[in-house]
């Protein structure tokens, strides 16, 4: 329990500030006998996150919509989920905007002296130029958070190379006995049914509500938030097989090697990848999408066989590669 000076000093916020939260009725601090008010735990985890959000520029009444007070686990993690998923936006916008300014830093010293520095500045600007976040902007873009609770029965039942492909591999995986496990973009965890019961599986997927509804299915599977382009290698067990299934056409090519090498680098030496996806088998096709990137077969094998690998390919469809990458010692 804290009165207002000790949370102000522990939280950085002010004595007004507190007092707004409560007129409106963001926070409910109990009043001690002398009518000073007492905060209690939950008043703080409360204050931090109306602090995270009103930076990010959520309005009051948005935040009020965001925290209900008698949470289960589930609520709690949805209202953490929810700053992350914004901070997380934030982080890559300041990214968009360092970028930005670099490049008109590099712009300006290979421009001419004559040229009008306020028309460049400006013309990059306008380009660049982007609304701050809000509340349905962070939600529209959670769209594998919405599809989670309905993955495999609405969009992937009837996607008949799909599912031939996790046959595929669930197959690969039967043969192999017993071993370590991680499935990086797991997804609802589809893979697992029927070949799950009992296997170290480690899930690994950036999407909270696809690795609920994976934990719901098999309980015992450790899970783990994390997005492959950003994750910390070494705070990750290097497991005997990797798989990871229709995750890399949802990354831009210019990440994809990026993520391939994070794949590659969560198995063991002398351990086994599983790569499928969608792919072309046509080079000439890359980019032929704005918004799914089909992995260029032949590009991939070979940047995989760069990594001290031995890689074999196998299609089970006419767009559809897996990837059998042995690590070796
Ligand atoms: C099409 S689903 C495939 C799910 C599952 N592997 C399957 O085969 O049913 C792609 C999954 O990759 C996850 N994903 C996309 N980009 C990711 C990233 N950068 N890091 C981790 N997971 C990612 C998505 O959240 C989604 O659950």
Redesign the pocket.
Known sequence: MMNTKAVCQRLSVTPKMLRIYEEQGLIHPERLDNNYRNYSMENLIQIETISVLRHLGFSISEIKSILTFDKTKNEYLDMLYLQYKALDAQIRELQNKKNELKGNINKLMDSCEDENFNDILIRERNRSYKKLLNYDDIINAWN?DEMASDFINRY?KEDIPYQKT?RRLQEMIRSMGKNTFTD?????C??WQEIGDEKDILA????LP?LLESKKKFPWIKVSM????SLDINSYRKSDVVVS???LH??DYCDQYK?ADNILKLCREGGIVLIADRCYRDPAMKGSDKTEFFIIAEEMKQYLQLKNTEVKIEYTDENMVIFIVKRLV
């Open positions: 594998f992937m996790i990086v973009g797991c997804g609802t589809n893979l690994i997927d950036s999407s696809m994390d997005d492959i382009l299934a229709f995750m949802h990354i993520a």
